[in-house]
Protein backbone atom coordinates (compact mmCIF):
# COMPACT_ATOMS: atom_id res chain seq x y z
CA UNK A 1 0.00 0.00 0.00
CA UNK A 2 1.66 3.24 -0.86
CA UNK A 3 1.12 6.87 1.68
CA UNK A 4 -1.37 8.88 -0.77
CA UNK A 5 0.40 10.25 -3.92
CA UNK A 6 3.81 9.46 -2.71
CA UNK A 7 5.92 6.45 -4.46
CA UNK A 8 6.99 5.49 -0.86
CA UNK A 9 5.02 3.12 0.68
CA UNK A 10 3.08 3.86 4.31
CA UNK A 11 6.29 1.53 5.79
CA UNK A 12 8.89 3.38 4.25
CA UNK A 13 7.59 6.80 4.95
CA UNK A 14 7.04 6.14 8.45
CA UNK A 15 10.55 4.84 9.02
CA UNK A 16 11.80 7.74 7.30
CA UNK A 17 9.69 10.60 9.18
CA UNK A 18 10.87 8.73 12.28
CA UNK A 19 14.78 9.41 11.27
CA UNK A 20 14.06 12.52 10.13
CA UNK A 21 12.35 13.41 13.26
CA UNK A 22 15.34 11.88 15.87
CA UNK A 23 18.03 14.27 13.72
CA UNK A 24 15.72 16.89 14.62
CA UNK A 25 14.47 15.83 17.90
CA UNK A 26 16.77 12.53 19.63
CA UNK A 27 14.72 13.09 23.08
CA UNK A 28 11.66 14.78 22.40
CA UNK A 29 10.12 16.47 25.39
CA UNK A 30 6.98 18.04 26.57
CA UNK A 31 7.63 22.28 27.17
CA UNK A 32 5.17 21.56 30.07
CA UNK A 33 7.01 21.79 33.24
CA UNK A 34 5.48 19.05 35.71
CA UNK A 35 6.79 16.54 38.76
CA UNK A 36 3.79 13.92 38.79
CA UNK A 37 1.03 13.01 36.62
CA UNK A 38 -1.60 15.45 38.75
CA UNK A 39 0.95 18.28 37.85
CA UNK A 40 0.87 17.79 33.77
CA UNK A 41 -3.12 17.07 33.94
CA UNK A 42 -3.43 20.37 35.01
CA UNK A 43 -0.81 22.08 33.10
CA UNK A 44 -2.47 20.33 29.50
CA UNK A 45 -5.91 21.64 29.94
CA UNK A 46 -4.72 25.12 31.19
CA UNK A 47 -2.44 24.76 27.81
CA UNK A 48 -5.57 24.91 25.84
CA UNK A 49 -5.17 27.62 23.32
CA UNK A 50 -2.53 28.99 25.94
CA UNK A 51 0.88 29.67 25.63
CA UNK A 52 3.27 26.82 27.34
CA UNK A 53 5.38 29.25 28.35
CA UNK A 54 2.76 31.33 30.71
CA UNK A 55 1.33 28.53 31.95
CA UNK A 56 4.42 27.20 33.32
CA UNK A 57 4.79 30.56 34.80
CA UNK A 58 0.90 30.02 36.71
CA UNK A 59 1.34 26.79 37.69
CA UNK A 60 4.70 27.44 39.53
CA UNK A 61 3.06 29.58 42.09
CA UNK A 62 -0.27 27.30 41.60
CA UNK A 63 1.45 23.64 42.60
CA UNK A 64 2.24 25.31 45.47
CA UNK A 65 -0.68 26.56 47.09
CA UNK A 66 -2.33 23.60 45.35
CA UNK A 67 -0.22 20.64 45.86
CA UNK A 68 -2.72 17.67 45.75
CA UNK A 69 -6.16 17.44 43.91
CA UNK A 70 -7.68 17.76 47.03
CA UNK A 71 -6.70 21.18 47.56
CA UNK A 72 -8.36 22.27 43.91
CA UNK A 73 -11.31 20.61 44.45
CA UNK A 74 -12.06 22.19 48.06
CA UNK A 75 -10.99 25.53 47.10
CA UNK A 76 -13.58 27.96 46.09
CA UNK A 77 -13.85 28.99 42.43
CA UNK A 78 -13.34 32.29 42.59
CA UNK A 79 -9.89 32.02 43.97
CA UNK A 80 -9.00 29.36 41.63
CA UNK A 81 -9.92 31.89 38.69
CA UNK A 82 -7.65 34.71 40.48
CA UNK A 83 -5.38 32.37 40.60
CA UNK A 84 -5.26 31.16 36.89
CA UNK A 85 -6.27 35.05 35.97
CA UNK A 86 -3.30 35.26 33.33
CA UNK A 87 -4.23 32.62 31.59
CA UNK A 88 -6.75 32.37 28.19
CA UNK A 89 -10.28 31.36 29.34
CA UNK A 90 -9.72 31.51 33.00
CA UNK A 91 -12.76 31.22 34.22
CA UNK A 92 -13.86 28.57 31.98
CA UNK A 93 -10.64 26.29 33.17
CA UNK A 94 -11.07 27.47 36.84
CA UNK A 95 -14.71 25.68 36.27
CA UNK A 96 -12.69 22.33 34.89
CA UNK A 97 -9.99 22.27 36.82
CA UNK A 98 -12.23 22.71 40.26
CA UNK A 99 -15.06 19.66 38.49
CA UNK A 100 -11.83 17.56 37.26
CA UNK A 101 -10.25 17.33 40.45
CA UNK A 102 -13.64 16.27 42.12
CA UNK A 103 -14.30 13.38 39.89
CA UNK A 104 -10.34 12.84 40.53
CA UNK A 105 -10.87 12.67 44.54
CA UNK A 106 -14.50 11.05 44.35
CA UNK A 107 -14.08 8.54 42.16
CA UNK A 108 -9.86 7.83 41.83
CA UNK A 109 -8.92 8.59 45.18
CA UNK A 110 -6.81 11.51 43.71
CA UNK A 111 -4.54 9.35 41.86
CA UNK A 112 -4.81 10.17 38.39
CA UNK A 113 -5.29 7.14 35.94
CA UNK A 114 -3.05 5.45 33.48
CA UNK A 115 -5.90 4.52 31.13
CA UNK A 116 -7.73 6.51 28.38
CA UNK A 117 -10.87 4.56 29.75
CA UNK A 118 -10.34 6.35 33.11
CA UNK A 119 -8.63 9.62 32.06
CA UNK A 120 -11.30 10.56 29.99
CA UNK A 121 -14.37 10.01 32.48
CA UNK A 122 -12.51 13.25 33.84
CA UNK A 123 -14.57 16.49 32.95
CA UNK A 124 -12.09 18.50 30.50
CA UNK A 125 -10.20 15.35 29.86
CA UNK A 126 -10.36 14.46 25.64
CA UNK A 127 -8.01 11.91 23.91
CA UNK A 128 -5.64 14.47 23.27
CA UNK A 129 -5.00 16.08 27.15
CA UNK A 130 -5.61 11.93 28.13
CA UNK A 131 -2.53 11.16 25.56
CA UNK A 132 0.06 13.34 26.88
CA UNK A 133 -0.63 12.11 30.06
CA UNK A 134 -0.25 8.84 28.73
CA UNK A 135 2.75 9.39 26.76
CA UNK A 136 4.54 12.09 29.13
CA UNK A 137 3.60 10.87 32.76
CA UNK A 138 3.37 7.28 32.39
CA UNK A 139 5.82 6.53 29.51
CA UNK A 140 2.84 4.43 28.02
CA UNK A 141 2.16 4.18 24.28
CA UNK A 142 0.02 6.63 22.52
CA UNK A 143 -0.89 8.97 20.33
CA UNK A 144 -0.63 12.64 20.73
CA UNK A 145 -2.51 15.12 17.90
CA UNK A 146 -2.52 18.55 18.76
CA UNK A 147 -3.05 21.66 16.11
CA UNK A 148 0.74 21.20 14.87
CA UNK A 149 0.39 17.37 14.86
CA UNK A 150 -2.60 17.62 12.44
CA UNK A 151 -0.90 20.10 10.50
CA UNK A 152 2.57 18.43 9.74
CA UNK A 153 0.37 15.02 9.08
CA UNK A 154 -1.65 16.63 6.66
CA UNK A 155 1.50 18.13 4.94
CA UNK A 156 3.17 14.89 4.98
CA UNK A 157 0.22 13.07 3.50
CA UNK A 158 -0.02 10.75 6.49
CA UNK A 159 -3.83 11.77 6.31
CA UNK A 160 -6.35 13.41 5.04
CA UNK A 161 -8.66 13.52 7.45
CA UNK A 162 -9.36 16.88 9.91
CA UNK A 163 -11.41 15.12 12.69
CA UNK A 164 -8.24 14.69 15.19
CA UNK A 165 -9.92 11.18 16.77
CA UNK A 166 -9.53 9.84 12.66
CA UNK A 167 -5.63 11.47 12.17
CA UNK A 168 -4.79 9.71 15.65
CA UNK A 169 -6.16 6.43 14.25
CA UNK A 170 -4.64 6.67 11.09
CA UNK A 171 -1.24 7.63 12.93
CA UNK A 172 -1.54 4.42 15.18
CA UNK A 173 -1.66 2.42 11.99
CA UNK A 174 1.00 3.92 10.05
CA UNK A 175 3.36 4.14 13.06
CA UNK A 176 4.90 1.10 14.69
CA UNK A 177 3.49 1.28 18.26
CA UNK A 178 7.20 1.18 20.13
CA UNK A 179 7.34 4.90 18.20
CA UNK A 180 4.27 6.32 19.04
CA UNK A 181 5.25 8.26 22.47
CA UNK A 182 8.18 9.04 20.53
CA UNK A 183 6.75 10.83 17.73
CA UNK A 184 3.90 12.46 19.90
CA UNK A 185 6.31 14.77 21.27
CA UNK A 186 8.71 15.20 18.42
CA UNK A 187 5.56 15.98 16.28
CA UNK A 188 4.79 18.20 18.53
CA UNK A 189 7.97 19.88 18.41
CA UNK A 190 8.30 19.88 15.11
CA UNK A 191 5.55 21.63 14.40
CA UNK A 192 6.27 24.18 16.83
CA UNK A 193 9.78 24.92 15.55
CA UNK A 194 10.33 23.93 12.09
CA UNK A 195 7.15 23.01 10.13
CA UNK A 196 5.70 26.11 11.53
CA UNK A 197 2.27 27.06 10.10
CA UNK A 198 3.67 30.38 8.87
CA UNK A 199 6.78 30.39 7.11
CA UNK A 200 7.88 26.92 8.38
CA UNK A 201 11.67 26.48 8.23
CA UNK A 202 12.33 24.39 5.61
CA UNK A 203 15.42 25.10 4.53
CA UNK A 204 16.47 23.31 8.07
CA UNK A 205 13.86 20.53 7.62
CA UNK A 206 15.19 16.64 7.48
CA UNK A 207 11.46 15.82 6.03
CA UNK A 208 12.13 17.97 2.99
CA UNK A 209 12.71 15.56 0.48
CA UNK A 210 9.59 13.40 1.61
CA UNK A 211 7.25 16.30 2.38
CA UNK A 212 4.98 16.26 -0.84
CA UNK A 213 3.67 19.76 0.12
CA UNK A 214 6.91 21.52 -0.03
CA UNK A 215 5.96 23.47 -3.41
CA UNK A 216 2.30 24.34 -1.74
CA UNK A 217 3.59 25.83 1.60
CA UNK A 218 4.16 29.85 1.93
CA UNK A 219 7.79 30.18 2.62
Not at 51 to 63: A, L, M, Q, R, Y
Not at 88 to 97: D, S, T, V
Not at 188 to 205: D, I, M, N, S, T
Request: proline share 5%.
Amino acid sequence: MKAQDNSLSFKELAEKIVEGLKKHFPQPWSDLNFENPYQLLVATILAAQANDKKVNEVTKEFFKKYPTPEDVAKAPLEQIEQDIRQINFYRRKAKILKECCRVLVEKFGGKVPDNIEDLTKLPGVGRKTANVILVNAFKKPAVVVDTHVKRVSQRLNLTDKNDPDKIEQDLMRIFKKEDWAFISNALVLFGRYVCKAKKPLCHECHLYEICKSKDKIER
